[in-house]
Nanobody
């Protein structure tokens, strides 16, 4: 089993920044994908950014150039640096883990999910 716990959410004004963290515990796989997803009220969960075990990132077009995903293998922690935040970035952000090399931004390919952290961006 893989356990995930997010932190770092909060409220910020448009143009501001936040950094989300996700600590991984339990069993981990040698081949994996990790990702950040978000879900706004009344909308489907969408992929924001993902990173493969070698460290190659993938971004949704809506956040490319503003968000940056990274990981610290020694600390077993995934990060999402969010800059130039917009009101439309408001959502619950989830960390996810896939025991697969091909998960990318497809939520159905992720096996494990954190409880989520709220991000609110005001105009």
């Amino acid at each position: 089993q893989v356990q995930l716990v997010e932190s770092g959410g909060g409220s910020v004004q448009a143009g501001g920044s936040l950094r989300l963290s996700c600590v991984v515990s339990g069993y981990t796989y040698s081949i994996y994908f990790m990702g950040w997803f978000r879900q706004a009220p009344g909308k489907e969960r969408e992929g924001v950014a993902a990173i493969s075990d070698p460290g190659t990132p993938t971004y949704a077009p809506s956040v490319k150039g503003r968000f940056s995903i990274s990981k610290d293998n020694a600390k077993k922690t995934l990060y999402l640096q969010m800059n130039s935040l917009k009101p439309e970035d408001t959502a619950i952000y989830y960390c996810a883990y896939a025991s697969s090399r091909w998960a990318f931004l497809l939520p159905g390919r992720y096996n494990y999910w954190g409880p989520g952290t709220q991000v609110t961006v005001s105009s």
